[in-house]
């Protein structure tokens, strides 16, 4: 009777996950590999089922976030050979955790330094999931290379992540020489949510100028597919691919909102714009506009839908979101003139893919160097499947290869 049991309650699951795999997500037909992605995203609505199913039991300690962050863990994490010729340990600084990558053997002269801040919403992710990718980019590149543990929602809200991220960074500054760095060749860089977390440490750290006129300049920040602003999710890139896998429109309103407060209620009222107060509106045009987004990107046209009228609840409580450190999109042309030089990378297939567009031409137009490399077939967190056996991605392999050959030139 048990078995039977077990054996329906799987073969629903495995229904379950199959219908909506099926009814919910959009496969482009230029996207790479349909079939492995579908089967990728398969796996995260399953592993988010079932994580589901243990929380609502009562098995697994913490929020059902919590919950489904280890069983993400458990079931994705891939393993893989340490690299030969590299030194990795892990340490804290300033208390918070992080892992070291360093090349071996000892090279001359002092190498450049590179900061990680892995992606995941703010709520998934951690050093172990991306230690595959920065034993790759430290070797491949020659860096110090220093992932981040950074603190996740829901338990820690904003600016706990950034926090944890600036401090990393600014130890690792102050303490270049110990790890054979060269401070002056110090890089900040993250995918995702991560690449958020890396505009807005540069944000932070070029307006410590005059509090710490000792510490010099970021030499360059690299932002894989960032997430950069929660003000407009009509935006062509939003409307083009709110269905296409890895990361939905919604689920990405719903990473902001537990990022930010934990308002997952009024992800509708953020999908319609009442979160902005109306006479901030007109003023972000300048820099969140469709009509900035080159017409390459806008297949079949766009037209804007009208915003509602203000919801003042949610004007109220989701207030912070419009902090440049929490949408660096919202960073004033001062503070963006003192960036460093960026690397910016997008995919076509990807929400986000608009968010790069316009932070590249907000720099550029601030008088900012931006390398910018495009896969026009990719999807958003392709680069985790860079090297994964039967999962991997030829344009996930270049889109790397392409920020190594970047951070050599620094």
């Given at each position: 009777m048990g078995l039977a049991l077990g054996v329906g309650l799987l073969l629903l699951l495995i229904s379950g996950v199959i219908c909506t795999v099926c009814s919910d997500s959009v496969l482009p037909p230029a996207i790479q590999g349909p079939g492995k992605l579908r089967l990728i995203y398969a796996v995260q609505v399953?592993?988010?089922?079932?994580?589901?199913?243990?929380?609502?039991?009562?098995?697994?300690?913490?929020?059902?976030?919590?919950?489904?962050?280890?069983?993400?863990?458990?079931?994705?994490?891939?393993?893989?050979?340490?690299?030969?010729?590299?030194?990795?340990?892990?340490e804290v600084f300033d208390g918070v955790p992080v892992r070291v990558y360093r090349p071996l053997p000892g090279a001359a002269g002092r190498r450049r330094g590179v900061l990680y801040f892995h992606g995941g919403g703010w709520v998934f992710g951690s050093i172990s999931e991306y230690d595959h990718l920065c034993q790759y980019i430290a070797r491949e590149?020659?860096?110090?290379?220093?992932?981040?543990?950074?603190?996740?929602?829901?338990?820690?809200?904003?600016?706990?992540q950034l926090d944890d991220c600036l401090t990393?960074?600014?130890h690792f500054i102050r303490t270049a020489a110990k790890y054979g760095v060269d401070n002056t060749r110090m890089v900040v860089s993250g995918d995702?949510?991560?690449?958020?977390?890396?505009?807005?440490?540069?944000?932070?750290?070029?307006?410590?100028?005059?509090?710490?006129?000792?510490?010099?300049?970021?030499?360059?920040?690299?932002m894989i597919y960032p997430a950069l602003q929660m003000v407009d999710f009509t935006l062509p890139s939003y409307r083009q691919n709110q269905c296409v896998p890895?990361?939905?429109?919604?689920?990405?309103?719903?990473?902001?909102?537990?990022?930010?407060?934990?308002?997952v209620s009024l992800?509708?009222?953020?999908?319609?714009?009442?979160?902005?107060?109306?006479?901030?509106?007109?003023?972000?045009?300048?820099?969140?506009?469709?009509?900035?987004?080159?017409?390459?990107?806008?297949?079949?046209?766009?037209?804007?839908?009208?915003?509602?009228?203000p919801d003042d609840e949610a004007v109220d409580l989701l207030k912070r979101s419009l902090e440049p450190t929490f949408s660096p999109l919202?960073?004033?042309?001062?503070?963006?003139?003192?960036?460093?030089?960026?690397?910016?990378?997008?995919?076509?297939?990807?929400?986000?893919?608009?968010?790069?567009?316009?932070?590249?031409?907000?720099?550029?137009?601030?008088?900012?160097?931006v390398s910018w490399h495009h896969v026009p077939d990719g999807f958003h967190g392709i680069i985790s499947f860079f090297d994964n056996g039967y999962l991997t991605f030829p344009s996930g392999k270049l889109a790397v290869d392409s920020v190594v050959a970047f951070l050599k030139d620094i």
């Amino acid at each position: 009777m048990g078995l039977a049991l077990g054996v329906g309650l799987l073969l629903l699951l495995i229904s379950g996950v199959i219908c909506t795999v099926c009814s919910d997500s959009v496969l482009p037909p230029a996207i790479q590999g349909p079939g492995k992605l579908r089967l990728i995203y398969a796996v995260q609505v399953a592993i988010a089922v079932l994580g589901n199913i243990v929380h609502s039991l009562g098995l697994g300690s913490g929020s059902q976030l919590a919950v489904i962050r280890y069983l993400r863990g458990k079931v994705l994490a891939t393993t893989h050979k340490k690299a030969a010729g590299l030194d990795i340990k892990d340490e804290v600084f300033d208390g918070v955790p992080v892992r070291v990558y360093r090349p071996l053997p000892g090279a001359a002269g002092r190498r450049r330094g590179v900061l990680y801040f892995h992606g995941g919403g703010w709520v998934f992710g951690s050093i172990s999931e991306y230690d595959h990718l920065c034993q790759y980019i430290a070797r491949e590149s020659g860096s110090v290379l220093v992932s981040v543990e950074y603190r996740l929602a829901p338990e820690h809200r904003y600016p706990a992540q950034l926090d944890d991220c600036l401090t990393a960074t600014l130890h690792f500054i102050r303490t270049a020489a110990k790890y054979g760095v060269d401070n002056t060749r110090m890089v900040v860089s993250g995918d995702s949510a991560g690449g958020n977390l890396t505009a807005a440490v540069c944000l932070r750290v070029s307006g410590l100028e005059k509090e710490s006129p000792e510490l010099p300049s970021l030499r360059a920040q690299v932002m894989i597919y960032p997430a950069l602003q929660m003000v407009d999710f009509t935006l062509p890139s939003y409307r083009q691919n709110q269905c296409v896998p890895l990361l939905f429109r919604t689920r990405m309103i719903f990473f902001y909102l537990h990022y930010l407060n934990g308002e997952v209620s009024l992800g509708e009222e953020v999908e319609a714009r009442q979160h902005l107060p109306l006479a901030l509106r007109a003023a972000y045009r300048k820099w969140i506009n469709a009509d900035l987004i080159p017409d390459q990107f806008k297949a079949g046209g766009h037209v804007s839908s009208p915003s509602l009228t203000p919801d003042d609840e949610a004007v109220d409580l989701l207030k912070r979101s419009l902090e440049p450190t929490f949408s660096p999109l919202l960073a004033s042309d001062a503070a963006i003139s003192k960036l460093p030089p960026a690397y910016i990378l997008t995919c076509e297939f990807d929400v986000l893919r608009d968010d790069g567009l316009l932070f590249k031409k907000r720099l550029e137009d601030n008088g900012i160097p931006v390398s910018w490399h495009h896969v026009p077939d990719g999807f958003h967190g392709i680069i985790s499947f860079f090297d994964n056996g039967y999962l991997t991605f030829p344009s996930g392999k270049l889109a790397v290869d392409s920020v190594v050959a970047f951070l050599k030139d620094i």
